[in-house]
């Protein structure tokens, strides 16, 4: 994966991408006169959002995006299809509901997060 920030007509994206099967560099021969580039500096990924693994019951984005709200507080008792955590994809508000009812044990993103489809947001108990 790499992740990579762009710019499209004044608004700024922070995008990752997932490389998938392919030749691998190492694998291909070298080019006989090809002159060898040093590579710009890439910026360290961001950390990712460490999962406490406080609750039994994870709360996992749907889609990819930036964190836009936190719903839900650590100890809040919540119902299913309540939401939890909202996230902002193309331009999108898209929330992200309990599964199920019970009482949030951790939020395990921040506000500004960048996060994959998938992406454990939240635990329940």
Do not use: W
């Amino acid at each position: 994966m790499k992740s990579y920030t762009i710019t499209v007509n004044g608004n700024v994206y922070d995008v990752t991408v997932e490389e998938k099967g392919g030749v691998t560099p190492a694998a291909a021969p070298a080019p006989q006169a090809a002159p060898v580039m040093a590579q710009a500096p890439q910026a360290a990924p961001a950390p990712a959002a460490k999962s406490t693994g406080a609750g039994s019951v994870q709360v996992k984005a749907g889609a990819a995006g930036k964190v836009f709200k936190i719903e839900a507080g650590v100890g809040q008792t919540v119902k299913r299809g309540d939401a939890v955590v909202i996230i902002e994809a193309m331009k999108m508000e898209i929330p992200v509901v309990a599964p199920e009812d019970g009482t949030v044990a951790s939020i395990d993103v921040a506000v500004g997060d960048a996060v994959e489809a998938g992406h454990v947001l939240a635990t329940m108990n």
